[in-house]
C-alpha cells in the first residue's frame, strides 16, 4: 500500500468489540488477567496500552521499519535511547542540533562521563571516518538540521559509522517519514519528536523511535518499561489522528514553505535565505537526493540583531511561539529562544537568525504579512 493509505489504516482495524470506525483511547491503568499470566497481551499501562500500539504500528509503517516505539515526548526518546551508552563512550553529533539535545548531551551527559564531538553537516557527509574511534557509540544527525536547515548525506554517514562499528540516529522531526525515510538510507534508529508534524496541531507533546534492529528494539522496549517516558492514551490518541493527515499536510507545508523562501530570497532587507529547496542552498541537490520535498521550515537573516528582534514581534498571522510543524504559521528568534542553550558554543546560533515554522494558510497571506513586518 501507498503511504498515503498507510497513514490512515495500518494499526487501525475498527474496533472488534463495537466496530467503532477510529480506534478508542484505552484510558486505563491496568488490565484484567484470566489467570496468573494469562492476559489478552496487556498487563499495564506503563508497559503497553492499546491506543500506543495502534500509534506504533502505523508510525513504524511510515518509516518502513519492524519496531516502533511511542514516548512521552521527543527528549524522552532521547533520553531513553542515551541509555544505550556508559560513561566513556562517545557520540559524534551535528553541530547545529535542537538546542534541548545539545543542552541534554553537554550539561546532562557530559559532566558523567559521556564524551561528544560535533561536526558540521559536511564534516559528517564527506569525513566522519576520522573522527569515529573505539569507543564511539552514536553518530546522530539532524537533517535538515534545526535551524539551520543544512543537510546531512545519510547513506555516507552510515556507511562510515557501519565500519567503524557505532550505530547511526537519525532525527527526522523535520522532515518527516512522509519526506525521507533514513532507515533506507542506512540508519538504524530514526528519531521523532512527534510533538511537531507527525501531531501536527500544536496540542500534544510526545516522541518515537523506529528500528529494523531486533535487539536494539528489544532493548528499547525493556529501557522504556524501566525509565517509564510512556505517552498517556490520549496523547497517543492525538498523534495517530494527526498522522493521518500527514501526507496532505506536508504537501501544504512544502508548497507554502518554497512561496515563502523565493519571497525572501528577492527582498532586500533579507541577508539569506537557509532553504533546502533553492537551488542556492548547498546542500540542495543532496536534500533533492535523499528527500521526496523540501519541507515547510524556512530559516532567513537579517543584518542586525535587534531588527530581527523587532521583526518576530510584528507579525500578525506569524505567531512568535517556540516549537514547530502545527498547522498554523510560527516566527521565532531561535538564539533567543530554542537555541539559547547554544548561546556559548562555538557554533552558536546568529543572532540574526530568524526562524519560520512555515503553516497550511494561505500562501498569499503569510508572504503579505512577512512584507508588511520587514517593512517595518
Not at 335 to 355: G, K, W
Request: aromatic share 8%; charged share 20%.
Amino acid at each position: 500500500m501507498e503511504f498515503e493509505t498507510r497513514a490512515i489504516h495500518d494499526g487501525q482495524e475498527p474496533d472488534p468489540a463495537s466496530g467503532a470506525i477510529t480506534t478508542p483511547i484505552y484510558q486505563t491503568s491496568t488490565y484484567v488477567q484470566e489467570a496468573v499470566g494469562v492476559h489478552k497481551g496487556y498487563d499495564y499501562a506503563r508497559v503497553a496500552n492499546p491506543t500506543r500500539t495502534a500509534l506504533q504500528e502505523c508510525i513504524a509503517s511510515l518509516e518502513g521499519a519492524a519496531h516502533g516505539r511511542a514516548f512521552s515526548s521527543g527528549l524522552g526518546a532521547a533520553t531513553t535511547l542515551m541509555h544505550l551508552l556508559s560513561p566513556g563512550d562517545h557520540v559524534v553529533a551535528v553541530n547545529d542540533v535542537y538546542g534541548g539535545i545539545y543542552r541534554m548531551f553537554t550539561q546532562v551527559y557530559e559532566p558523567k562521563g559521556y564524551r561528544f564531538t560535533f561536526l558540521t553537516a559536511e564534516e559528517i557527509s564527506s569525513g566522519l571516518a576520522e573522527h569515529l574511534d573505539e569507543q564511539t557509540r552514536l553518530v546522530w544527525l539532524e537533517t535538515p538540521t534545526n535551524p539551520a536547515l543544512n543537510i546531512v548525506d545519510i547513506a555516507a554517514a552510515a556507511e562510515a559509522a557501519r565500519a567503524g562499528g557505532a550505530h547511526v540516529v537519525v532525527d527526522n522531526t523535520f522532515a518527516t517519514p512522509y519526506l525521507q525515510q533514513p532507515l533506507a538510507l542506512g540508519a538504524d534508529v530514526v528519531l521523532h519528536s512527534t510533538t511537531k508534524y507527525l501531531g501536527g496541531h500544536s496540542d500534544v507533546i510526545g516522541g518515537f523511535l523506529a528500528t529494523n534492529d531486533d535487539a536494539l528494539a528489544e532493548r528499547l522496549a525493556f529501557l522504556q518499561k524501566s525509565l517509564g517516558a510512556v505517552p498517556g492514551p490520549f496523547d497517543a490518541w492525538l498523534v495517530l489522528r494527526g498522522v493521518k493527515t500527514l501526507a496532505v499536510r506536508m504537501d501544504r507545508h512544502c508548497r507554502n514553505a518554497e512561496a515563502v523562501a523565493v519571497f525572501l530570497e528577492r527582498h532586500r532587507r533579507v541577508e539569506r535565505v537557509l532553504y533546502p529547496g533553492l537551488p542556492s542552498h548547498p546542500g540542495h541537490t543532496l536534500a533533492a537526493r535523499q528527500m521526496r520535498n523540501f519541507g515547510g521550515m524556512v530559516s532567513f537573516l537579517l543584518d542586525d540583531e535587534q531588527e530581527a528582534v523587532d521583526l518576530v514581534a510584528r507579525t500578525k498571522i506569524w505567531k512568535l511561539a517556540e516549537s514547530l510543524g502545527g498547522v498554523e504559521s510560527l516566527i521565532e528568534h531561535p538564539a533567543r529562544m530554542t537555541h539559547a542553550s547554544t548561546a556559548d558554543a562555538p557554533f552558536a546560533v546568529p543572532p540574526t537568525l530568524i526562524r519560520l515554522s512555515v503553516g497550511i494558510e494561505s500562501a498569499d497571506d503569510l508572504i503579505e504579512d512577512l512584507e508588511i513586518a520587514l517593512a517595518g
